[in-house]
C-alpha cells in the first residue's frame, strides 16, 4: 500500500530520526531554561511556561544563526506568532543571548574536548552582539579539521 511504502521510505526514516534527535535537544534545552529561571525567579519573563520558553529561545537562537540582528524579529513578529506560541519585542529576547552563548561554547568546548587544537574566537564589545569561534585540529589520521 502507499502507506507501507511512505513509512519504509529512506525520506521518511531520516525525518522520523531527525524529529527524535529535536526532541531531545529541545528537551534538554527546555530543562536548562527552566533551572535558570527557577535560579533567577526575579529575571523579566521568569513566569513563563517552558513551552513559551523553548520557542523564545530557538527564534533567539535561528535570528542569530543567520546573522539577522534581533530588531528585525520585530518585523516578523506577526508571522511567527502564527503557529498559537506567544513571542515579545526584540528587546526582551536578547535576554536569551546570553543562553544561546553559554550553550553554543559548551557545544563547542565538547566537540573538541580531548583534541589538540587550536581556538581563536572574537567577539564585539557588546555582550553577546557578535560571537566567532574558529576550531582548528588534527585528526587521528592526520587531516586538518576545521
Known amino acids: 500500500t502507499s502507506i507501507a511504502t511512505h513509512v519504509n521510505n529512506q525520506k521518511h526514516k531520516k525525518a522520523k530520526r531527525l524529529h527524535g534527535i529535536r526532541r531531545e535537544d529541545d528537551a534538554s534545552i527546555v530543562e536548562l531554561l527552566v533551572e535558570h529561571f527557577k535560579e533567577n525567579p526575579d529575571e523579566a519573563t521568569a513566569n513563563l511556561s517552558p513551552e513559551v520558553h523553548l520557542f523564545r529561545y530557538r527564534v533567539t537562537e535561528s535570528v542569530m544563526f543567520v546573522g539577522v540582528h534581533l530588531t528585525k ?9 502564527r503557529c498559537d506560541a506567544s513571542l515579545t519585542d526584540s528587546a526582551h529576547l536578547g535576554v536569551y543571548i ?19 587544537c587550536s581556538l581563536i574566537f572574537d567577539g564585539t564589545t557588546r555582550l553577546g552582539e557578535a560571537f566567532n569561534v574558529v576550531a582548528r585540529y588534527c585528526s587521528k589520521d592526520f587531516e586538518i579539521e576545521l
Open 73 to 81: 524579529v520585530d518585523h516578523l513578529r506577526p508571522v511567527l506568532e
Open 98 to 116: 546570553p543562553k544561546v552563548e553559554a550553550l553554543e561554547i559548551a557545544t563547542t568546548m565538547q566537540d573538541i574536548a580531548g583534541e589538540m
